[in-house]
């Protein structure tokens, strides 16, 4: 079946470290995305990726990195530099381009601080 | 500026109707979407209307949307214990490049009891 796989579910970073959480599509959409989810907080979009090899910083994007090398993957890094990294992260996809096809979500990846 | 809100907790009994209300303030908004997050789990695309239109019905769900006053609901009937979860409100919004990324509410946690 297509989907989003987001990996591992937990995360456990310790101080200054980089962890990467993995988010992979086999829907074949263009675009993809990566929200923060705090407790009593709708998600604030950190990264997106309109097309391979290119994307955009959203509203909370200081202390994360990503790369976008094929179609399907769109891994985010939570770097040293992120000094509140505890939160649920949701990975999502859409078609793409102007369309405002909905977008889809993996099942989260939820990373602790040890 | 993009700003989506919903109230945060609704609590209903099994077999009423629940209506969980939004307001967004992008009038370019094509699109508006109602997503559900059961806990522990990532988002579920529960229905979208088109922003030409008034109403859409899909089985237990109706939308309505007003665009003159940018508010937007979702009326769930003959609730169920299953409908518990957290339904979140989320507008298309336009970015500086093309494509579109979406705006979330804060989410309101709809709690049905027996």
């Known amino acids: 079946d297509g989907g989003i796989t987001q990996s591992p579910k937990y995360l456990f970073r310790k101080e200054g470290q980089n962890v990467t959480l993995s988010c992979e599509q086999n829907l074949n959409h263009d675009a993809m995305y990566w929200y923060r989810q705090d407790p009593g907080q709708g998600l604030r979009l950190i990264y997106y990726s309109q097309i391979v090899n290119d994307f955009q910083k959203g509203d909370i994007a200081e202390g994360y990195s990503v790369s976008r090398e094929k179609k399907e993957s769109f891994p985010l890094t939570v770097t040293s530099a992120q000094k509140n990294p505890t939160a649920f992260y949701l990975c999502a996809s859409s078609p793409g381009g102007r369309s405002n096809q909905p977008q889809h979500f993996g099942d989260g990846t939820r990373l602790s601080i040890l | 500026g993009e700003d989506v809100e919903q109230s945060l907790f609704l609590s209903v009994r099994e077999g009423d109707s629940s209506v969980i209300n939004c307001t967004y303030t992008?009038?370019?908004?094509?699109?508006l979407y109602w997503y559900k997050q059961e806990p522990g789990a990532g988002l579920q695309l529960l229905t979208y209307i088109f922003s030409n239109m008034d109403m859409k019905q899909d089985q237990r769900l109706t939308v309505l949307l007003n665009k003159k006053d940018k508010h937007l609901s979702l009326r769930i009937a003959d609730t169920q214990t299953g409908d518990s979860a957290i339904y979140f409100c989320a507008e298309a919004a336009r970015r500086r490049r093309a494509g579109t990324a979406l705006i979330f509410g804060k989410g309101t946690t709809l709690s049905v009891s027996s």
């Open positions: 992008d009038s370019s908004s094509t699109y």
